[in-house]
Nanobody
């Protein structure tokens, strides 16, 4: 069983930065065995993958955020982070933390609004 709690969302002007955090509670396994991801969903759009970090530390990013967002994890603290720089209006969405091993688990989401 995995429980995920996101934090760090908010409102920011274009060009600004935010850091999202995801705290994971894992029972019956080790957090380090999970691939951790950030997804986002804007109003009227499908949920899309933003970034993933595998248990090896390898990362992948969606094309729209490459060079601006950085995903990282701290296995000792059961935490995943998403550093978001140079934010754009189109980054506005609810951001979800996700854990995957044999099944996918989701957090409740945190709102990020980029507006002038």
């Amino acid at each position: 069983q995995v429980q995920l709690v996101e934090s760090g969302g908010g409102s920011v002007q274009p060009g600004g930065s935010l850091r999202l955090s995801c705290a994971a509670s894992v029972s019956g396994g080790s957090f380090s065995m999970y691939a951790m991801s950030w997804y986002r969903q804007a109003p009227g759009k499908e949920r899309e993958s933003v970034a993933v970090i595998y248990r090896t530390g390898t990362t992948n990013y969606g094309d729209s955020v490459k060079g601006r967002f950085t995903i990282s994890r701290d296995n000792a603290k059961n935490m995943v982070y998403l550093q978001m720089n140079s934010l754009k209006v189109e980054d506005t969405a609810v951001y979800y933390c996700s854990a995957f091993r044999f099944t996918r688990h989701w957090g409740q989401g945190t709102q990020v609004t980029v507006s002038s």
